[in-house]
């Protein structure tokens, strides 16, 4: 069991009126963490924090900033072993998951550092004799990231990663599902100098989710939000933000497509979707929901994607043979079985039935998908993947874009010039060909469009979600009034 502090101001402090919740594991029932609950007082000691520590950090040469970064990613590659066993412990999935979001948080750590010199301006031309103009990026100030739990190193490290680079300083707000996991990003921080007050790291109960965070953004302090998550929630968020005129940029929810052509390889195409679908228990933004096949290739596609999936098993992610782990929680669980009940009832077709027990769920699928059934439109985010059959190019390129949600998809055909043709047609911010819906790199620039949000994460996308442009001019020589 995990005990968690809050780290405000380089210090790890308990909440101010000493308050904890418990996380309690998925894996077998039994408490994995237990967390200081945040008072509204502790957010603001946090933000006020933040804001101090910005007038040193912001005037910090590039080159400073980008060795107290590198030194992060070094230190979390060295804790990877132990970010392992706390995040299996907190949210269920597997090491192979958790090591992947090491890697790639630390990469995340290292192309920030390397973006520190890359926040550029530009001279802009004018009319005015004598006149240099220039539009210059500055930093905001204190930035409040807000990360999820089912790619927990991943997405708190993304929330962080970019705005240290361009000068700002972080108040970061866990997810009450992961306390520990996301505390020890702070911890990683901490210890390679980053500075006092540059990250702080808020944990807090359920219940009190919806006052903290309405301080978060309502604190003159902060000047940018950046969160990923529910659509459900962003919409709040987003909603709140505008009341005080503050931009956030939103990472929201998904229902990837893959669109299969008769002329792709298929034995690909399958691996990838399982992947997609089921990798981290479907608990991925990015997740393969929906695979549209063309009915030239659709049997004998189908048939391959439930032996694919037969031969994948989930379950405690300590034992070896389950390569994929378990639920986040049991009312995870509940919502995906009544989702999947929903559809059966409604006529759709489970060949690999409905195996749910607890929080572990083997993986599934649905054929004969409907647009009434819930299924269609809702993002399962659970090890789900739904087929549908297209018969001409024009339907599959519809049915890729019926949902309201655009953030990651797919087209798989070995005529590369007909798949970016495909490709260019889908609605959505993330599209690969012949690979995988889920797929990520730091460099790359990350966001949907539509109920999966606005704005971008990754490298130099970014600079611009997390600076100020401003312009400035320069009058090199006597200049004329009208009066």
């Known amino acids: 069991m995990q005990n968690v502090q809050l780290l405000i101001h380089g210090q790890s402090v308990d909440a101010s009126n000493r308050k904890t919740f418990e996380r309690i594991s998925p894996i077998d029932g039994q408490i994995a963490s237990v967390a200081a609950a945040a008072t509204l007082e502790d957010v603001d000691q946090a933000i006020e924090s933040a804001s101090q520590a910005f007038q040193v950090w912001s005037k910090l040469s590039p080159t400073e900033r980008r060795l107290r970064l590198l030194k992060a990613a070094d230190l979390m590659d060295q804790k990877t072993d132990q970010f392992i066993q706390i995040g299996m412990r907190e949210t269920g999935s597997t090491a192979i998951w958790y090591g992947f979001n090491v ?27 004598g006149n240099l103009a220039m539009g210059v990026r500055v930093p905001c100030g204190v930035v409040v990231g807000i990360a999820p739990w089912n790619a927990p190193i991943i997405l708190a490290t993304r929330a962080l990663a970019m705005p240290l680079a361009c000068g700002n300083t972080v108040v970061l707000k866990a997810s009450e599902a992961c306390p520990a996991t996301q505390r020890l990003i ?26 903290i965070v309405k301080r978060l953004i309502e604190h003159p302090a902060v000047k ?3 969160f990923t998550g ?8 987003a909603e709140t933000a505008a009341k005080y005129l503050k931009p956030v940029l939103l990472e929201l929810g998904g229902k990837a497509p893959v669109v299969v052509l008769d002329d792709a390889d298929i034995d690909e195409a399958v691996n990838a979707i399982a992947f997609g679908a089921f990798f981290n228990q479907g608990q991925i933004c990015m997740s393969t929901e929906r695979v549209l096949v063309q009915d030239g290739i659709a049997d004998q596609f189908i048939e391959k994607l439930i032996a694919k999936t037969k031969s994948l098993k989930a379950g405690n992610p300590t034992v070896q043979n389950n390569v994929l782990g378990v639920l986040e929680s049991s009312r995870a669980a509940q919502r995906i079985q009544s989702l999947l009940e929903d559809a059966k009832n409604k006529g759709a077709d489970l060949p690999l039935g409905i195996q749910i027990q607890d929080t572990t769920m083997q993986p599934t699928l649905v054929l004969n998908i409907q647009p009434d059934m819930l299924l269609y439109r809702e993002e399962s985010f659970g090890p789900i993947c739904t087929v549908q059959r297209f018969e001409t190019l024009e339907e599959g390129i519809a049915l890729a874009n019926d949902s309201e949600f655009g953030l990651s998809a797919a087209v798989f055909s070995q ?9 260019k047609q889908i609605d959505s911010g993330i599209c690969h060909i012949n690979g995988a819906t889920v797929h990520d790199e730091a460099q790359m620039p990350f966001g949907g469009t539509k109920s999966s949000g606005y704005g971008r994460f990754g490298s130099k996308a970014s600079i611009a979600e997390f600076t100020e442009l401003r312009w400035i001019t320069v009058q090199t020589q006597s200049r004329q009034y009208p009066i």
Do not use: F, W, Y
């Open 230 to 237: 529910s659509t459900k929630v962003g919409k709040i968020i």
């Open 415 to 423: 005529n590369l010039a007909h798949a970016l043709e495909v490709a």
């Open 103 to 129: 890697h790639l948080a630390a990469n995340m750590l290292r192309e920030a550092a390397a973006m520190t010199t890359q926040i550029d301006g530009s001279l802009i031309p004018s009319d005015i004799p």
């Open 224 to 226: 940018r939000i950046n």
């Open 186 to 211: 702070g911890q990683v921080l901490h210890e390679a100098g980053i500075g006092e007050g540059v990250v702080n790291v808020i944990t807090h109960a359920a219940e009190d989710a919806p006052a």
